[in-house]
Antibody, heavy 120, light 110 residues
Framework: EVQLVQSGAEVKKPGESLKISCKGS????????IGWVRQMPGKGLEWMGI????????RYSPSFQGQVTISADKSISTAYLQWSSLKASDTAMYYC?????????????WGQGTLVTVSS | QSVLTQPPSVSAAPGQKVTISCSGS????????VSWYQQLPGTAPKLLIY???KRPSGIPDRFSGSKSGTSATLGITGLQTGDEADYYC???????????FGTGTKVTVL
């Protein structure tokens, strides 16, 4: 059974750093892309970027380039999303999802989500 | 600001049919495949349709997808109370080199 299990909810202050995780199981972790999707409170889905754990090829949405860093450790089948300096506007639910890149770019399995709250 | 436009809400009685439109452009829907996701309240999105009209294993045939030009449509027949959710379209945007999602549509079962 394919599963993506994300790390738990976080409460941080503005300016702090953060790294959240997404552990894949039940499939070949290095053979599929893993993407990150943001959902701000009461809002829609936003594609942040995606990584291919097999070779660490990483792509970012223009909206998120330079704002976050996506990485992966294939030895432990885990992908990461990190911030160096959080802002209140980073408060959102973040989902990881297994997917595909290019013309046929869909996400077939999703993590349960990690809620990030940034408040002073 | 999403590049894919969906109606904010649609509604129908149980057993009826609803359709949800997703309007884009030649840089996204016009030249790429469309997928659809269902997000039940308080849960993660779930894939309903991929490659315009294909259903993953376990998705009932009450859900269907189609595409024409720069627009796509999700259809739900035999509407059930359990179908009350937000629905999003998604596709690749060749100009942005990024996946884009629609604005989302809330389905209400009257």
């Amino acid at each position: 059974e394919v599963q993506l299990v994300q790390s738990g909810a976080e409460v941080k202050k503005p300016g702090e750093s953060l790294k959240i995780s997404c552990k894949g199981s039940g499939y070949s972790f290095t053979s599929y892309w893993i993407g990150w999707v943001r959902q701000m409170p009461g809002k829609g889905l936003e594609w942040m970027g995606i990584i291919y754990p097999g070779d660490s090829d990483t792509r970012y949405s223009p909206s998120f380039q330079g704002q976050v860093t996506i990485s992966a450790d294939k030895s432990i089948s885990t992908a990461y999303l990190q911030w160096s300096s959080l802002k209140a506007s980073d408060t959102a639910m973040y989902y990881c999802a297994r997917g595909f890149l290019g013309s046929s770019s869909y996400f077939d399995y999703w993590g349960q989500g990690t809620l990030v709250t940034v408040s002073s | 600001q999403s590049v894919l436009t969906q109606p904010p809400s649609v509604s129908a009685a149980p057993g009826q049919k609803v359709t949800i439109s997703c309007s884009g452009s030649s840089s996204n829907i016009g030249n790429n495949y469309v997928s659809w996701y269902q997000q039940l309240p308080g849960t993660a999105p779930k894939l309903l349709i991929y490659d315009n009209n294909k259903r993953p294993s376990g998705i009932p045939d009450r859900f269907s997808g189609s595409k024409s030009g720069t627009s796509a449509t999700l259809g739900i027949t035999g509407l059930q109370t359990g179908d009350e959710a937000d629905y999003y379209c998604g596709t690749w945007d060749s100009s942005l080199s990024a996946k884009v999602f629609g604005t989302g549509t809330k389905v209400t079962v009257l």
